[in-house]
């Protein structure tokens, strides 16, 4: 984390926690824009945080532990969300799992060494009319196949 | 019969402002503004509208509760948080009719005299979110939401609020403490949130497919509304159909149409022969072919063993093994648990287990047994829907498939093959 992407983030705290009807609620969209900005929860926000919103440091980084979406080790350009719930699982999730762990090299909760892709294998994303599916980032995959997968990793990769 | 797909299902209606004053008009709204809390009230009873997120509990009783509390402030809270497994209806009204909510919402408010309110929304609806935001702007803009709506003395503000990859804040009290920036985890029941709920304030939470069938309750009428689809759970309902079947979908219908005819009229019939089919998500029982003629309302799936929960229709054919599918369940229940309770967090894990033995030939007769003790302790025990019901399905699956699980354990044998048993 750069000194002044951690300044940048302090200053837009306020604004933030002003917002809310209650200050703790605050808490969230705080870690969400940490997550967004530095692509993980530095321990040095939380801390930030816990002080920002009186609250003990153990509540506010189990806050942070607590919620699949935020992550204490910087994640990839690409965050790729797989699903693996059932209506996925009966239609080839673990296919289409496998093949991306092929490709990129990387294990579930892995990010690649150039930092590009994280794999994130989830709980239903509610995508299951289009199963199996995915989403990189903010954007949803459906209807996967083996081939459709590569082709759109390839995609990313040459970007 | 549609009622919340009719407008979606326009081929122009887009979910911005524009289209849904062409299509609404916010009618429901300005007629609410009109009448008394207690007449609004006595419409909603009159409906028979139970909550749509899984609990079916009616809806006026609920909103009722919240108004003769006489502890201020009070909120509105919507639920956004769908997460479980089979379950995409609400996402298809929040990205294409946002507005429909908020409507709803202040109606709510008005009604039970709360100022503020949120919409609790799941982290990984990107979309909906920002589609959400943008209605809530433009409604604010219009003036039916913020200080002094439509020059009367009544004010609502309306709050996004992101949660960040728990299925546990779906169940009401867990997504409270979330919105208060907390860990997901469930409170005790009693008292309900509409007595102790958002800062320990009365407050009402609905499901986004409840909320959105206010409005046209309002401008239509309870009794309008109660004398469609079935008489226990009337209005129509979002069933959403995955799984092994041929067209995946959200189908609108009334609430007294048959699981068989969902399956094979409307979403083009399964893929193979069915095995079993979850009629509520992975929380739910597991039904039979035979009991493909229940009607698919909050009672009737009851009264076949099962639970109607979210309306999350998943089918499964014959080329499944129940005990892989059933290991699958467990992996994401494990995985959810928010551990605050010792049933719940120990009981999954312990029958997760257990599971993975009989799938690897590890297992004996007795197991069984002790996962049914399991699944009654936890049913009994759990603090909250989560572990109450997250062995529901190995359960019931257990009960109706006995010989294919003693196949595993005895004979080593997987006879559809997916298992390790005996390799």
């Known amino acids: ?34 997550q967004q900005k530095f692509g993980y929860i530095p321990k040095e926000i939380t801390l930030y945080l816990a002080e920002k919103l009186q609250l003990p440091k153990v509540k506010a980084w189990s806050t942070v532990t607590f919620y699949s979406m935020f992550s204490l080790k910087k994640q990839g350009k690409y965050v790729i969300r797989v699903c693996n719930s059932l209506s996925c699982y009966l239609k080839g999730a673990k296919r289409i799992i496998e093949i991306i762990k092929e490709e990129l090299g990387i294990k579930e909760g892995q990010t690649t060494k150039d930092k590009r892709f994280t794999l994130e294998v989830t709980s239903c994303l509610g995508l299951c009319d289009i199963s199996p599916a995915m989403m990189i980032n903010e954007k949803v995959y459906g209807n996967l196949t083996p081939q459709k997968v590569r082709k759109i990793l390839l995609k990313y990769k040459k970007e | 019969m549609k009622i919340l797909f009719k407008r979606i299902e326009k081929p122009d209606y887009k979910p911005d402002i524009k289209s849904y004053l062409k299509n609404s008009d916010f009618k429901a709204l300005k007629k609410a503004l009109r009448m008394k809390p207690e007449d609004i009230l006595n419409e909603i009873k009159k409906s028979g509208l139970v909550g749509r997120g899984g609990a079916g509990f009616p809806t006026g009783l ?43 919402m202040i109606i709510c408010a008005y009604t ?96 986004v497919e409840t909320l959105a069938n206010i409005p046209h309750i309002i401008l239509k009428g309870g009794e309008w509304f109660s004398k469609i689809g079935s008489k226990n759970s009337p209005g129509t309902k979002l069933y959403c159909l995955s799984g092994d079947i041929k067209k995946p979908g959200v189908y609108e219908l009334p609430t007294n149409v048959t699981l068989r005819d969902l399956i094979y009229k409307y979403a083009g019939g399964p893929k ?74 120990e009981g999954i894990k312990r029958a997760k287990e257990i599971l993975e033995f009989i799938s690897e030939a590890k297992a004996d007769l007795s197991d069984l047994e002790l996962l049914k003790e399991l699944q009654e302790v936890l049913f009994d025990t759990s603090r909250c829907g989560l572990g109450q019901a997250a062995l529901n399905c190995v359960r019931s699956s257990i009960d109706k498939f006995y010989e294919e699980f003693k196949e595993h354990i005895v004979e080593k044998r997987c006879k559809v093959g997916v298992c390790r048993v005996g390799r």
Not at chain 1, 7 to 20: D, P, V
Not at chain 2, 74 to 90: L, S
Not at chain 2, 95 to 101: L, M
Not at chain 2, 201 to 206: A, D, E, S
């Open chain 1, 1 to 34: 984390m750069k000194e002044r992407e951690s300044e940048e983030y302090k200053n837009r705290c306020e604004e933030i926690i002003n917002f809310y009807p209650d200050k703790r609620q605050a808490l969230l969209p705080l870690l969400h824009l940490a």
């Open chain 2, 62 to 104: 609920k909103w009722e509760s919240a108004y003769k509390t006489q502890d201020f402030p009070k909120y509105v809270v919507c639920n956004a948080d769908e997460g479980e497994p089979g379950t995409f209806k609400d996402r298809i009204i929040l990205e294409k009719d946002p507005h429909s909510i908020i409507e709803a």
């Open chain 2, 112 to 207: 039970i005299k709360a100022k503020c309110g949120f919409i609790y929304i799941r982290g990984e609806y990107f979309k909906a979110y920002e589609v959400l935001k943008k209605a809530i702007k433009e409604v604010e803009a219009y003036g039916f939401l913020g200080e002094n709506i439509l020059d009367s003395n009544f004010s609502f503000k309306i709050f996004l609020y992101k949660g960040a990859g728990s299925y546990v804040c779906g169940e009401e009290t867990a997504l409270l403490d979330s919105l208060e920036g907390r860990k997901g985890q469930s409170r005790i029941k009693p008292p309900f949130p509409t007595f102790v709920g958002f800062k320990n304030k009365p407050t009402v939470l609905n499901n």
């Open chain 2, 272 to 345: 193979g022969k069915i095995k079993v089919i979850l009629p509520g998500g992975v929380s739910s029982p597991v039904l039979l072919k035979k009991d493909l003629d229940v009607i698919m309302d909050y009672k009737e799936v009851e009264k076949k063993g099962s639970m109607l929960g979210s309306g999350a229709v998943i089918v499964i054919n014959e080329k499944r093994c129940i005990v892989d599918i059933n290991k699958r369940i467990l992996d994401f229940f494990n995985y959810e648990s928010c551990g605050r309770c010792a049933p719940c967090r």
